[in-house]
């Protein structure tokens, strides 16, 4: 196969720092990277730096006679198989979107003929501006591709999405790009569960946990990314539904069993969700009144368990994952789990490490029947990322 080719447009933000290492992992991987720096990238990285990772010069003015008599801007804009922007600021995107051409970098985004992808990062406030929803609506319909903004904690002390996508991320989606998009799931079908649920006690009042869903979600859209046509049965959470899944929306663990079961046949089951163990014997009609009287004591009953429903079902799954979430003997645990549960593999998240629950970084293992695979500590859209990564490869 001929060398692919990038070109690397490196726009101004914290987030350039993690292009020297983008620059780093694409060489690594053989594909050529001709980089273009823009101004403001400059004020964060050096072309110097650039260079010597990318191994090539470095772009960076628009008027530079001596670039024009070696190569002209429109040239370069087709010099490349794809153009990368990284990162993409919120500035890049609404030059992008408005056909704007002041400068190299935008310049070359209006000349080029080759398919775009952009890895924004940014202030969570500037990603969630009406500017900028509509500057990225625009930039998807014109065929612009997009991997991340990752949420979490920011280099400007605040916290949500807008954090540039890990460079692993970027080359896995740049090599998606490459090889036209290569979606090793597309024809699968995957079933997630994800969230809390919610088991009512009253109209009013009800027993649920703090999961936040992130983790599911996260998978339920690196499975879509993959080209598998995705059902994420969710109970209730603040998430946006990720890009190209259909989302089911229920409350308590009867209503996602349902729910999950009427989403089969699938090829893939992935169950997230913190179901509670036990729901309330009884549900009150209307409201349990105070009557003075010391409180009543609940009495539970247990809930059905979903993953273990669908790993003994008729219409089981070829491939059906739990998680566990474990705050010591990790191996063995898991091990048991996945006796007891009747499922392929256990993603073991170890709880014990503080700021897990709720959090966006996990820390976790793959146990399969084969053993135990520990992964470093990551943020939960990269575990999404690896672990669909491993699921393609089970259906190669
Ligand atoms: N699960 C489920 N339905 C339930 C309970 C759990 O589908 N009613 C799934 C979860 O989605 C997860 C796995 O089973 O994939 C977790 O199993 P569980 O037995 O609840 O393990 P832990 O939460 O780790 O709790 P414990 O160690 O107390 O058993």
Not at 26 to 39: D, S, Y
Not at 196 to 223: C, F, H, W
Not at 249 to 264: I, K, P
Request: proline share 5%.
């Amino acid at each position: 196969m001929d060398q692919k080719r990038i070109l690397l447009i490196v726009g101004g933000g914290i987030a350039a720092y993690k292009a020297l290492e983008l620059t780093r992992l694409l060489r690594k991987a053989g594909v050529a990277v001709r980089p273009i720096l823009t101004q403001a990238g400059a004020e964060f990285v050096t072309p110097l730096s650039l260079s010597a990772l990318a191994e090539d010069k470095v772009y960076c003015e628009l008027f530079s006679l001596t670039d024009e008599a070696e190569m002209g801007h429109i040239e370069l804009s087709r010099s490349a198989d794809l153009v990368v922007v990284a990162p993409a600021t919120a500035d890049l995107m609404a030059k992008a979107a408005h056909g704007l051409a002041g400068d190299l970098a935008s310049t070359t985004l209006l000349a080029t003929d080759k398919p775009v992808l952009m890895a924004p990062a940014m202030n969570v406030r500037m990603w969630e501006h009406s500017a900028t929803r509509r500057n990225l609506a625009t930039l998807r319909a014109d065929g612009v591709m997009f991997v991340g903004p990752d949420e979490g904690a920011m280099a400007c002390g605040e916290y949500g999405p807008g954090r540039m996508a890990e460079p692993a991320a970027i080359v896995e989606a740049v090599m998606a790009a490459l090889g036209g998009g290569a979606r090793p799931l597309s024809g699968r079908r995957a079933l997630v569960t994800a969230g809390p649920t919610v088991e009512a006690i009253d109209p009013v009042r009800m027993l649920t946990n703090r999961s936040s869903g992130k983790q599911g979600y996260a998978i339920a859209g690196a499975l879509a990314a993959l080209g598998c046509e995705v059902t994420l049965v969710s109970g209730p959470t603040a998430l946006p539904t990720p890009a190209g899944v259909v989302r089911v929306d229920v409350e308590s663990a009867r209503e996602m069993l349902a729910a999950s079961e009427a989403a089969l046949p699938a090829d893939i089951a992935v169950c997230v969700a913190a179901v509670a163990d036990w729901r309330p014997a009884e549900t009150g009609e209307t409201k349990i009144k105070k009557d003075g009287k010391a409180a009543a004591p609940i009495a539970l009953v247990e809930n059905p368990d979903i993953l273990a429903n669908l790993s003994k079902g008729r219409r089981r799954p070829r491939l059906v994952i739990g998680f566990a979430a474990e705050t010591h003997d990790l191996e063995a645990n898991a091990q048991a789990k996945l006796a007891k549960k009747g499922c392929d593999w256990i993603v073991a998240n170890d709880v014990s490490v503080a700021g897990t629950m709720g959090g966006d970084d996990n820390a976790v293992a793959l146990v399969t029947k084969g053993g135990i695979e520990r992964w470093e500590r990551m943020a939960k859209g990269e575990v999404a990322r690896k672990l669909a990564g491993r699921i393609a490869q089970e259906f190669r």
